[in-house]
């Protein structure tokens, strides 16, 4: 158990259509990591969070969105949603700002009818 | 811009026998970061074993090591003692220790270890 939790597990929606997808990192971590998981792109590093600020982006659409809350959660907003979009979305933690991701989520797998 | 290639999308060991898995990068900075993470069917990402750039020894977790070139630009995974357990998908990656973040991984497209009992 890598300490990191993301809800839902499954997700499937339709195009057009706007989901939440939520991450709790690990106890004592501060920085939050979204990566996308797809079959045509591999895995692709999305954003980073830390404390609550924005730390890193990386080729995130501008479809997509993120933040970070007080109380260390994150959520990925991904709205107008195309059949491309379909992937598994992972969300890894590590304890500072300058560090790698340590330990990740479970994914949450969003399918796009 | 950086890359991460691994050439072989599939690999097959028996039980009990050693496997390596290749992993070429092209970069021109000098400092960075390399990793080897393990996908297995459960899906989750774990990370098997990183690798400091301007370490000349290669690093070492139990049965796994790397094989670090600088020069050549690769980094290849040893696994020894195979086992049923180490059946996964292996991604390695690249960060670079300079500028945004180093959360910003780069990966290769993996290669689908299989382990014959």
């Known amino acids: 158990d890598s300490g990191v939790t993301q809800t839902p597990k499954h997700l499937i929606t339709a195009t057009g259509q706007r989901v939440t997808l939520r991450c709790s990192p690990r106890s004592g971590d501060l920085s939050v990591y979204w990566y996308q998981q797809s079959l045509d792109q591999g895995l692709q590093f999305l954003i980073q969070y830390y404390n609550g600020e924005e730390r890193a982006k990386g080729n995130i659409l501008e479809r997509f969105s993120a933040q970070q809350f007080p109380d260390l959660h994150s959520e990925l907003n991904l709205s107008s949603l195309e059949l491309g979009d379909s992937a598994l979305y992972f969300c890894a933690s590590s304890e500072g700002q300058g560090d790698q991701p340590q330990h990740f989520g479970d994914g949450t797998r969003l399918s796009i009818l | 811009a950086q890359t991460v290639t691994q050439s072989q999308p599939e690999m097959s060991v028996q039980e009990a026998e050693t496997v390596t898995l290749s992993c070429t990068y092209d970069?021109?900075?000098?400092?960075?970061?390399l990793f080897w993470y393990k996908q297995p069917p459960s899906r989750q990402m774990i990370l098997v074993i990183r690798q400091e750039a301007y370490k000349q020894q290669n690093a070492t977790e139990n049965r796994f090591s790397v094989n670090f070139q600088k020069a050549a630009k690769s980094f290849s995974l040893k696994i020894s003692d195979s086992q049923l357990g180490d059946a996964a998908m292996y991604f390695c990656a690249y960060t670079s220790l300079y500028g945004g973040s180093q959360g910003n991984l780069i990966f290769g497209k993996g290669t689908k270890l299989s382990v014959k009992p």
């Open positions: 970069t021109s900075e000098s400092d960075y970061y």
